[in-house]
Nanobody
Framework: QVQLVESGGGLVQPGGSLRLSCAAS????????MGWYRQAPGKGELVATI??????NYADSVKGRFTISRDSAENTVYLEMNSLKPEDTDVYYC?????????????WGQGTQVTVSS
């Protein structure tokens, strides 16, 4: 069972920055796409995704402020968030699409709270 372990959330003032990290607990499979969503899994807003070839996709609301990256060797994805706004306050969830032993799986992290407030 793969687990996605998130870290990096917290409280920051408007205009500040945070960096979220999400690491898969296991190795030996192919991670196709990794991404960040906010609000509950399955109902949330896509924030950013990054594919195995490094192609990134962003929500219009975060373009120019957030940057997603991944370390494929470490099965880790990062979200650098700059110029944060109060409306960015939410629970951020990591998602990974994994191909393993001939089957496709979707995994979600437990969520990390981001609060932007003065």
């Amino acid at each position: 069972q793969v687990q996605l372990v998130e870290s990096g959330g917290g409280l920051v003032q408007p205009g500040g920055s945070l960096r979220l990290s999400c690491a898969a607990s296991e190795r030996g499979f192919s991670i196709l796409t990794m991404g960040w969503y906010r609000q509950a899994p399955g109902k949330g807003e896509l924030v950013a995704t990054i594919s195995s070839d490094g192609s990134a996709n962003y929500a219009d609301s975060v373009k120019g402020r957030f940057t997603i990256s991944r370390d494929s060797a470490e099965n880790t994805v990062y979200l650098e968030m700059n110029s944060l706004k109060p409306e960015d306050t939410d629970v951020y969830y990591c998602k990974a699409d994994i191909w393993n032993s001939g089957a496709f799986y979707i995994y979600w992290g437990q969520g990390t709270q981001v609060t932007v407030s003065s």
